[in-house]
């Protein structure tokens, strides 16, 4: 089987120092492993999403060297796959509606009870949620380490589509990475705890289950995520120094001062140094103020996992 990997980034923005810490890991491995890379454009939220970000961010990525093997899949043309899943698990008894608020939830620490408090509206608007079972899953990261959650206990019966009609990331991530043959995923560890629910999914699905090695996500001085939505600064439009500051960042610091007239030879300079066991085993990692720097302060690891590029 042929090493896949992927860079998934949500289009409401301009990619930054972190955003750009995900896409060189995982093209880093995908390449070490003499495999394809793939580029995904995750714009489920159509509220935010925008065509121009996705343009911008594709041309940073290839002003920077990292052009994907094939044209980017958009998650915003996929309903139709996403459609069919759903009813696989409906048809299971693994899915059910449910009308269920915040408010509703909000006495049981927003976990779903075991009988859908309410599984319909007025409006007729309605949540499509999986029902999770009981025990323990986990699995083994190749950074992270051994992970496991009780998602019936911590995370409940969580959603696949909202009353909106907006799909949930955990599903159309787990039919996409399926359907475009991803065999490993290397992305920031704020996603490590939403692993445990795609892995119920590509099992509840009968889909393959990749690989995960989950990098350290790049914050700032207060511990805040770096975020396009929060304005952090876009990659620097000198691509080799942007290149330097990521390989430093992911403890390639032989890599990182490598001579380089261009981004080209220093990826190629990159991908012969690289090294996996240098990768720094944290969940956070401070971002620099200024000049790249070969040993990056460390945080206490991310406690909650939200959506990022992935």
């Known amino acids: 089987m042929v090493y896949t990997g992927r860079f998934a980034p949500s289009p409401t923005g301009d990619l930054h120092l972190g955003s750009l810490l995900a896409a060189l890991g995982s093209w880093l491995e995908a390449r070490a492993a003499g495999g394809r890379w793939l580029l995904r454009i995750d714009d489920l939220d159509t509220q ?30 996929r309903g139709a796959a996403y459609a069919a899943a759903l009813a ?15 408010s509703d939830l909000a006495a049981r620490n927003g976990l779903h009870p075991e009988r859908c408090i309410r599984p319909a509206r007025e409006d007729g608007a309605f949540a499509w949620r999986l029902r999770v ?21 911590e995370v409940g019966d969580f959603v696949l589509r909202r009353a909106d009609g907006m799909w949930a990331y955990q599903l159309a991530v787990v039919v ?27 099992r509840l699905l009968g889909l393959p289950t990749p690989t995960y090695l989950h990098l350290p996500v ?9 975020s396009k939505s929060q304005g952090a600064a876009a990659i620097p439009a000198h691509p080799v120094e942007a290149l330097r500051s990521a390989l430093a960042l992911l403890g390639q610091r032989r890599a990182a001062v490598a001579p380089a007239s261009d981004a080209a030879s220093l990826l190629r300079s990159a991908l012969a140094l ?13 971002a620099p103020q200024s000049a790249p720097s070969p040993a990056p302060r460390t945080l206490d690891p991310l406690s909650t996992a939200t959506r990022s590029a992935s």
């Open 218 to 226: 790049l914050v700032d001085a207060a511990g805040c995520k770096l």
């Open 48 to 77: 935010r999403a925008a065509p121009a970000s996705a343009d911008r961010q594709q041309t940073q990525l290839a002003r920077i060297g990292l052009v994907p093997d094939g044209r980017p899949l958009r998650q915003s043309t």
């Open 133 to 153: 079972p009981k025990g323990l899953l986990g699995f083994d990261d190749h950074l992270q380490g051994r992970f496991a959650l009780d998602l019936q206990r």
């Open 176 to 202: 996409d990475d399926a359907a475009s043959g991803i065999t490993a995923v290397v992305r920031g560890a704020d996603l490590l705890e939403s692993t445990p629910r795609q892995i119920l999914l590509q």
């Open 88 to 102: 696989q698990l409906e048809a299971a008894g693994l899915a059910y509606r449910c009308a269920c608020s915040r």
């Open 274 to 286: 690289y090294d996996r066991s240098a990768l720094p085993r944290k969940r956070t990692l401070v």
